[in-house]
Structures are given as structure tokens and as C-alpha cells.
């Protein structure tokens, strides 16, 4: 992508001069008069690198630009002066100048601090990603055709600019996808800026997403880019969308459509080029018909959709996604298990409604909590709580008992299949809703999607 560095000089001569030069080079030149028109178009994005004189003409002079620029970007400014002295490079150095050359401009000079100072930048922006980003990065584990699916389709859109829509219940990995497509795009060099829109309060949201000006509300002490600013050329990540107030979706959506937006409490319109990746747990569909949520939206985002699995349909990848979390969680410092077949073959009988995320704490749990080398099925049936998770020994109900079945001489397999076809009954008088049939039923919401998921009613 060629660069653009932002020339903010009072003397024409200069400015042009120095444009025909970085025009030579491959640069994109920009001017600007004054520290004033500087400023506000380092304020409004897309500059990659400024050459600020230090001696300008009326309002703002060098120095007093380079602090308000300092305030809303990190950009290397390479300043200018035909008057220098060593007390106004050193003063310039502390206030933030990246390097510091004298009139009349050496050629190569110039070129060879703005080359530096573009490299500087980089490397700035790299070891923030680094830092950003864990040692390990953790990703989609399993072999089996759902995962091997979804890595595919991770494949084919993640060279692309498109947009991609991440469904699937909580706990399944719908971070680890879009870490997956962000590492395999072409700005994989760009950091991935993520919002939980579930986790920000609503007054809050609109200032997060979109900045806000210096003022423009109680504790707004100084100006703030937003994450679509900071997301510029890169990717935006959105997760949880499904829990965005309607008046929220709305402005998310005008600003999806044009890459334009206003700070809070600003006035100066600020364009953008993001990448959207967004994910939910919610059937956006039923939320669309709920009046929950926008229509329009589901359609702008919904480009390239991925749908996640929950673990209870790909229970064969359990030995290895074990064997993943368990090395995670050693390099945490836990000490490591093994895990017996049997142990295994117990866990893969379970439901997991929490999918991947309740399978790590639970093997957490099992680390920390039991003093063996190994962990046995005994442990497991234990650890997972009674009525949990069906024994692999237990024998299965087939599903096309009846209640006439009450002949059964096993008491307890009586009871397990009126309880099938009561809640089965009631979850059909309840068109399918599990909430509705809970309140019914006087059962927890939670507590009864997890029964019907273990007797494969749902």
C-alpha cells in the first residue's frame, strides 16, 4: 500500500518541493498550511508519516502541533527547522518527534529519515501484535468432517476482503475462527481489533466503537479514537453482535455502509476501510422476526456465513482436544495428566452444553482436584456429577418407546422414559421453545435444555 506523509510547512515552496520529491519515490505527498489544517487531517486518519516544520506562520507553531498530533496518533513526525539549536531538537525529541533535520533539505536526507521513520512504525505496530497476541495462540482442534469443514471454508474466505458472519452456541470457538481468517488475510501484519459488544455498557458503546472528542461527555478528559479508527485497512472483530441495542445496530449500520462516522460529541466526518468479521451465539433469523434485531443488518453482514458445531456434535475429536487443552493449561504452570480410555470413552458420552469452553474448565478442575497420575472414568462420572452425563454402561431408551411401556421391570428406565416423553410432549405443546416449556414445566431454562440434550430430544 503506497504511503502517504502529510507535509504541514507555511512556505508553498517547500511544500511543493517536497512533494515532487516524495512523488519520485512512490510516496503520496499531502499539504497543509498550517498546524491547524495539520492536525485535523492527522485527526481525520490516513496518513502514514508527517514532516512538520518547526517555525510556522500564524496559530499553532511546530511544537504545539506536535503535541496535539501526539495526542491522537502514535505517527512518526520527522520535524523541520532552518533555525535549530540542540535545546529545540532535544525539546522536540521529548514532546514526541520521531527525528529531527535542518534547512536547506539534503535529498537523501529526507528520504532516509522518512524510510526510518516508516520502518520505525512498523515495527511499533508488529511488537504491539505481539504483545497483543498470546505466545501460543490457540486453534481449532479436532479431525472430524465438521472441523475439517469449517477449515476449509476458513481457507477460501480469508485471502478475500469479504465479510464473515461466525455463528454457533457459546463455547464453541467462534474467536478461533475469526483469530484463524485474521492470520490468513492479507493485513495478517495488521493488528485484529476485537469488541465484545456484549461487555460494553450501552451508554458506552457508541464512544468505544466510534470515538469520542475531548469534552463531549462527564470523564471524556481528553479525545479517543474509536475501534473503527483504530481498525483502519484492517479488521474489525464484533463479537457477540447479536446483543446490540436496536438504536446501536442502527448507527452500526450506516457506518458498515459508508466506512464514514463522527466521533462522539464531534463534527468532523472520519472515512475508514475495515474488514467486519461478527459473531453470535443468537439464531439472528428468530431474532430478526422477534424485532430484536435489524433485518438490514443481518443482510450486510451476513456475506460469507461460518456455522460452529457444538462439541456434542463432534465428539470424536474429545482425545485430541484434550490433549490440546491439557497442554495449554501446563504451560499455565498445572501439572500435567493422563487420561484412560475409559475416561475418555466417559467423556465423549457427555453433552458438553458448554461445549469447548465448559470442556477446558472441567479438565482444569480435574488437574487441580485429583491427586493421580491418571484419571479414571470413575473420576470423570464423579467430577461431572450425577445425572449429568449418561454411563457408558447404562442402557440406552430407545426413541421409539411409548408410555404404554410401563411394563418395564426396571424401575429406573421407566422412569427415564416417562421423563423423555412428558418433556418431549410438553416441548411439542410449546412449538419447540425451551424457554416457554421451562416455565411450564417449572424447571430452569439451563437445567432443562441440558436434559433434552442428553436424551436427544433437541
Given amino acids: 500500500m503506497t504511503k502517504k506523509i502529510l507535509i504541514i510547512d507555511d512556505e508553498a515552496a517547500i511544500r511543493e518541493s517536497l512533494s515532487e520529491i516524495l512523488e519520485d519515490e512512490g510516496f503520496i505527498p499531502l499539504t497543509a498550511s498550517s498546524g491547524e489544517e495539520g492536525w485535523e487531517m492527522v485527526d481525520r ?92 495462540t490457540p486453534v481449532l482442534t ?140 443468537k439464531n439472528l433469523e428468530q431474532e430478526i422476526k422477534a424485532g430484536n434485531f435489524r433485518a438490514d443488518l443481518y443482510y450486510r453482514l451476513n456475506v460469507v456465513p461460518i456455522t460452529l458445531p457444538p462439541l456434542r456434535k463432534r465428539l470424536e475429536d474429545i482425545p485430541l482436544l484434550v490433549e490440546s487443552l491439557m497442554k495449554e493449561l501446563t504451560r499455565k504452570g498445572l501439572k500435567a495428566k493422563a487420561f484412560s480410555a475409559a475416561a475418555l470413552t466417559e467423556m465423549m458420552a457427555h453433552p458438553w452444553p458448554g461445549n469447548v469452553r465448559e470442556l477446558r474448565n472441567f479438565i482444569e478442575r480435574l488437574i487441580i482436584m485429583c491427586p493421580e497420575e491418571e484419571i479414571s472414568a470413575e473420576q470423570i462420572q464423579i467430577f461431572l456429577g450425577p445425572g449429568t452425563t449418561p454411563s457408558v454402561t447404562e442402557p440406552t431408551i430407545p426413541p421409539s418407546s411409548n408410555i404404554n411401556g410401563l411394563m418395564l421391570e426396571d424401575y429406573k428406565m421407566a422412569k427415564q422414559l416417562f421423563e423423555q416423553e412428558y418433556l418431549q410432549q410438553k416441548l411439542q405443546e410449546n412449538d419447540g421453545n425451551v424457554t416457554r416449556t421451562a416455565e411450564a414445566v417449572g424447571l430452569e431454562r439451563s437445567h432443562l435444555h441440558k436434559k433434552l440434550k442428553a436424551m436427544g430430544v433437541i
Avoid at 499553532?60 to 512518526?76: A, F, R
Avoid at 471524556?220 to 475501534?227: D, W
Fill in 142 to 281: 479436532g479431525q472430524s468432517k465438521a472441523i475439517a469443514a469449517i477449515r476449509q471454508q476458513i481457507s477460501l474466505v480469508a485471502p478475500t476482503e469479504a465479510w464473515v458472519l461466525i455463528l454457533g452456541e457459546h463455547g464453541t470457538g467462534k474467536e478461533l475462527v475469526a483469530q484463524a481468517i485474521h492470520r490468513e488475510s492479507a493485513t495478517a501484519s495488521q493488528p485484529m481489533v476485537e469488541v465484545n459488544c456484549a461487555a460494553i455498557p450501552e451508554e458506552l458503546i457508541e464512544s468505544e466503537l466510534f470515538g469520542h472528542e475531548k469534552g463531549s461527555f462527564t470523564g471524556a478528559t481528553s479525545s479517543k479514537r474509536g475501534k473503527f479508527d483504530q481498525a483502519d485497512d484492517g479488521i474489525l472483530f464484533l463479537d457477540e453482535i447479536g446483543d446490540m441495542s436496536l438504536i446501536t445496530q442502527a448507527k452500526i449500520l450506516r457506518i458498515l455502509q459508508e466506512q464514514k462516522f463522527e466521533r462522539v460529541g464531534g463534527n468532523k466526518t472520519i472515512s475508514v476501510n475495515v474488514r467486519v468479521l461478527a459473531a453470535t451465539n
Fill in 45 to 136: 486518519g490516513g496518513v502514514d508519516l508527517i514532516l512538520l516544520d518547526i517555525w510556522l506562520g500564524d496559530g499553532m507553531d511546530g511544537l504545539e502541533t506536535l503535541v496535539k498530533i501526539k495526542e491522537v496518533s502514535p505517527l512518526p513526525v520527522i520535524m523541520i527547522s532552518g533555525h535549530g539549536t540542540i535545546d529545540t531538537a532535544v525539546d522536540a525529541t521529548k514532546k514526541g518527534a520521531y527525528d529531527f533535520i535542518e534547512k536547506p533539505l539534503s535529498y537523501d536526507k529526507v528520504i532516509l529519515s522518512i524510510s526510518n521513520g516508516l520502518r520505525y512504525a512498523k515495527l511499533e505496530q508488529e511488537n504491539t501484535l505481539l504483545r497483543q497476541n498470546r505466545k501460543h
